[in-house]
């Protein structure tokens, strides 16, 4: 047998890509094409937005590991970090699995 059909969300995010559209999905299982972009990177408040807790929270998981970010500038210590928001959205996939484990 072949490889199983891709669902919707990701077929859209591959056909679409490079047209600046993004699939969302929403809440019932449909999909919607909006305008917009998919990052890679962003701020510690874009990390928070998608995990729904504290920046706080968001730079606890950087310095733990949990969460890959880098600083700009490494020598200044008041630099804010750039997030990989990749890493952000596996570790969210991880914490959803596990709890659904349990």
């Not at 937005?49 to 210590?77: H, M, N, Y």
């Amino acid at each position: 047998m072949g490889s199983p059909a891709p669902d919707l969300f990701t077929w859209a995010n591959q056909v679409h890509a490079g047209r600046d559209l993004v699939a969302v999905r929403n809440g019932d299982g449909s999909v919607t094409l909006k305008p917009g972009k998919i990052t890679l990177e962003g701020a510690v408040r874009d990390a928070a937005k998608i995990l729904a807790c504290s920046p706080r929270q968001v730079c606890r998981l950087i310095e733990s590991g949990d969460i890959r970010a880098w600083k700009v500038r490494s020598t200044a210590p008041n630099c804010k970090y750039t997030v990989d928001l990749v890493s952000v959205r596996e570790h969210k996939r991880k914490c959803q699995a596990s709890s659904a484990e349990v």
